[in-house]
């Protein structure tokens, strides 16, 4: 059966194409086509300064390639994958060994999983740091607060699918976390674990969740996220320290101008995750056993922080208090009232006085959070100072006081001495918070050793207990 072109492209020029100028050979009219696709997610036009690399670092688009990557590579993945305990493993196995580029495509799929952690929870911190969350954006902050929270649970189920030892036993640390939630603990972990152990039924759900109800409310949420953004006006425009003039900034075609630039750190990106996924095997231990937990058995790595926090708080404190004020803070954030004679939409940081508080918190931390947790382990114990009391009042009470006591004497200190306004004094607190728990999470991942004892990282057997 031969087609005519000529008027298949005829008709779609009369039907599709709009505007005084019409496409005349066949080639101009299948890029109309293309740039009306693209154009139909971007706007014909961007902010000139808004192309600036420095100002997104091409976050957003990076976690987009990273969850079409994983969509692709789950998919191929599913044609292999067993999910049975007794044939989790096996398949696993195969995979790597038998199937033609196996061990390649987990390599990748594992490896986005976990750069899309970092890549969206560094995309959150750019938002934060660049004050891209106030109106019209605080709802898409929210937005995108669900997305991290998704990424996480979809990093979590599929980390029990391998059904190794190192998948078992840190989802059996992850569910048993849940059961010091006063009330709802035991029942949340029975449900979590869809029995009273981590068993067959565990597995498929998990498995059911990672493969397709987690993948269709990740899509959702990043669509709506996507169109929130080009409601607000797409990237936040970046003002100047020194010149708070009002005056609009040069708009450019977005074709090729941030089209190009996309696909360049699209292209980058891929080729890193190629590379490294050459280079580096995603973990694959001893299949699953039950009956033998190694030592120390610990959480997958962006949720060790919480484990942490389990070493030094009363574990009602540590799973339910801490986490809820800390995720209703961050829900709150945009609509605190916020009172500024300067535009900071698009400024790092928000101001050359913001910059220098935040290296002050940062330094802060670095210098108080280590030596509290060495003070913790070895030295400090409210239980036995204080015999007779609940648990709950001296390992929780007690500490979680002590701490706030000190957030709210660097607040006063710092307002103080810099005479600085809600947004750099908000964003202070925030750094001085956010670098202490990056600390307990590189001390739960690479200091922890046997029994949970602080060690070195290069002796792991030589822990000082």
């Not at 066949?26 to 086509?33: A, L, T």
Request: glycine share 8%; charged share 10%; proline share 7%.
């Amino acid at each position: 059966m031969t087609y005519n072109l000529n008027g298949f492209f005829s008709r779609i020029r009369h039907s599709i194409i709009r505007g005084p100028v019409y496409p005349q050979t066949e080639q101009e009219c299948k890029r109309i086509i293309t740039d009306s696709l693209i154009l139909h997610f971007r706007p014909r036009t961007v902010p000139e300064p808004a192309l600036k690399f420095s100002l997104t670092w091409g976050l957003g688009g990076m976690a987009l390639v990273l969850v079409m990557l994983l969509a692709l590579t789950g998919i191929l993945l599913k044609f292999v994958y067993v999910p049975l305990p007794g044939k989790a493993y096996e398949s696993i196995l195969v995979l790597q060994n038998e199937v033609w580029f196996g061990q390649l495509i987990r390599n990748i799929h594992h490896w986005c999983a976990n750069l899309l952690v970092i890549v969206v929870f560094l995309h959150m911190l750019r938002v934060f740091f660049t004050g891209a969350f106030h109106s019209p954006r605080r709802f898409n902050w929210i937005i995108g607060l669900f997305l991290l929270f998704f990424v996480l649970i979809s990093n979590f189920t599929g980390y029990l699918l391998p059904w190794d030892q190192l998948a078992f036993w840190a989802i059996t640390i992850c569910t048993g976390m849940v059961e010091y939630i006063p009330g709802v603990g035991t029942w949340l972990q029975k449900m979590l674990r869809s029995g009273p152990e981590i068993g067959p039924a565990a597995l498929l759900m998990f498995y059911t969740f990672h493969t397709a109800i987690l993948p269709v409310c990740l899509l959702i949420c990043m669509a709506f996220h996507f169109w929130r953004v080009r409601k607000a006006g797409g990237v936040i425009i970046p003002a100047s320290l020194d010149d708070q003039s009002d005056t609009k900034p040069g708009y450019v075609p977005t074709i090729p101008n941030l089209v190009l630039r996309e696909l360049t750190v699209a292209l980058v990106l891929v080729a890193f995750i190629l590379v490294f996924s050459i280079l580096f095997d995603a973990p694959l231990e001893s299949p699953a056993n039950p009956g033998m937990s190694p030592n120390p058995a610990k959480a997958p790595w962006y949720f060790m922080g919480i484990q942490e926090l389990l070493m030094h708080f009363h574990p009602v404190f540590a799973v339910l208090i801490i986490p809820v004020l800390v995720t209703g803070t961050l829900i709150l954030l945009p609509y605190l009232t916020y009172q500024s004679n300067r535009r900071t939409g698009g400024v790092w940081f928000f101001s050359r006085k913001g910059r220098r508080m935040g290296i002050v918190a940062a330094i802060t931390a670095l210098v108080i959070t280590p030596p509290a947790i060495i003070t913790d382990e070895y030295f400090m114990n409210f239980t036995a100072s204080i015999p007779g009391l609940p648990t709950l009042i001296s390992n929780g009470f007690f500490p979680a006081a002590i701490i706030l006591a000190g957030i709210t004497g660097f607040h006063r200190l710092i307002k103080r001495k810099y005479n600085a306004s809600t947004n750099e004094t908000i964003q202070t607190l925030f750094i001085l918070l956010l670098v202490s728990f990056i600390i307990l999470t590189v001390t739960g991942i690479w200091f922890r050793g046997p029994g949970m004892a602080l060690t070195w990282p290069w002796n792991p057997e030589l822990s000082s207990s």
